[in-house]
């Protein structure tokens, strides 16, 4: 069973940065096997996605976070990150990874001076 774990949320000021991390368990290999997302949900709105990475590694952003953000993933400790520089309030969110079909529990972001 495919377990998943979010961790590194929090509190940060606009423009500063945060890097969540997702840890995988019950799989041998992140490696090739998986198509890996983030997404996250505002307040009152529909959980959006954010950004994912293939198994050869192309990656792909929804507009919104297109050169600020940038996922990446260590195979070899079946970790998925999601690297957010130059935050803005309007990213404040709670961030979920996702690997089809399971979700880790979540992580509060807050942009805010």
């Known amino acids: 069973q495919v377990r998943l774990v979010e961790s590194g949320g929090g509190l940060v000021q606009p423009g500063g940065s945060l890097r969540l991390a997702c840890t995988l368990s019950?799989?041998?290999?992140?490696?090739?096997?998986?198509?890996m997302r983030w997404f996250r949900q505002k307040p009152g709105k529909d959980r959006e996605w954010v950004a994912q990475?293939?198994?050869?590694?192309?990656?792909y952003y929804t507009d919104a976070v297109k050169g600020r953000f940038a996922i990446s993933r260590d195979n070899a400790n079946n970790k998925i990150f999601l690297q957010m520089n130059s935050l803005k309030p309007e990213d404040t969110a709670v961030y979920y990874c996702?690997?089809?079909?399971?979700w880790g529990q979540g992580t509060q972001v807050t942009v805010s001076s």
């Open positions: 990475m293939l198994p050869g590694g192309a990656t």
């Open positions: 019950g799989v041998a290999s992140i490696a090739s096997s998986f198509v």
């Open positions: 996702n690997v089809t079909p399971t």
